[in-house]
């Protein structure tokens, strides 16, 4: 009989250790769960919400390539492309600060507002962007060519604004769609494969 509080003291305490146990494992189960719904909600969320996430990544990539582009564009028809030394002078000044301005966009694209959906082959990718860059080329060229040969607006502020401001957000429209539906679409960038064992994602290519 003495030893009766002893056992009934043990039985409450590994009931009570019992307890605590399954109550700690009942709440990372809910937490796993939680967390998973977390990530799915993040992958699967509201698209425009998404789409401006990545318009605004997509911006600043943007801009930092616009004072890339016009920096060279007006240091160079200032200096060794100028319409007084070379009467085509502004025309190869927008080529050069145009491609100069192409490898720093694709590198804040890849790395950035497409880092999701960037290609497992940067070579094939890289083509991709700049022929849809040079598309975009093409639309800025034809504003600077427009205004200073054919309207004969012939100002450095006329250069400027049909090349840089009226061209460039042209050409912007044109690349992001090209961009989001064809060198960064999701089907043809690769699929995230995750294994049971925990193991980091990695990019299996859909050969697209």
């Not at 002893?6 to 039985?11: I, L």
């Not at 399954?22 to 990372?28: E, I, K, N, P, Y």
């Not at 590198?107 to 497992?120: A, C, E, K, L």
């Not at 200073?148 to 090349?163: M, W």
Request: charged residues 20%.
């Amino acid at each position: 009989m003495l030893c009766v509080p002893s056992v009934v003291h043990t039985v409450r305490r590994e009931r009570a250790v019992y307890n605590r146990c399954s109550g700690r494992a009942l709440r990372d189960r809910w937490s796993a769960v939680w967390c998973t719904t977390s990530d799915n909600s993040t992958d699967h969320g509201d698209p425009v919400r998404r789409l401006v996430a990545q318009l605004a990544r997509f911006g600043v990539v943007g801009a930092v390539g616009f004072v890339v582009d016009t920096g060279i564009f007006n240091l160079l028809r200032a200096t060794v492309l100028s319409p007084d030394e070379l009467h085509s002078g502004p025309f190869w000044a927008k080529v050069v600060s145009t491609v100069v301005a192409i490898f720093v966009n694709w590198m804040g694209n890849r790395y950035w507002t497409f880092r999701d959906q960037r290609r497992t082959v940067a070579a094939r990718e890289g083509l991709e962007f700049v022929i849809v860059s040079l598309g975009g080329m093409v639309i800025s060229l034809g504003c600077l060519g427009i205004s200073h040969y054919v309207l004969g607006l012939t100002s450095a502020l006329a250069d400027n604004v049909s090349g840089n401001v009226i061209g460039l957000v042209l050409g912007t429209v044109f690349r992001f769609w090209l961009y989001k539906v064809w060198v960064y679409h999701p089907e043809r960038g690769g699929r995230r494969v995750t294994a049971d064992t925990g193991t980091e994602p990695t990019t299996v290519p859909t050969g697209r």
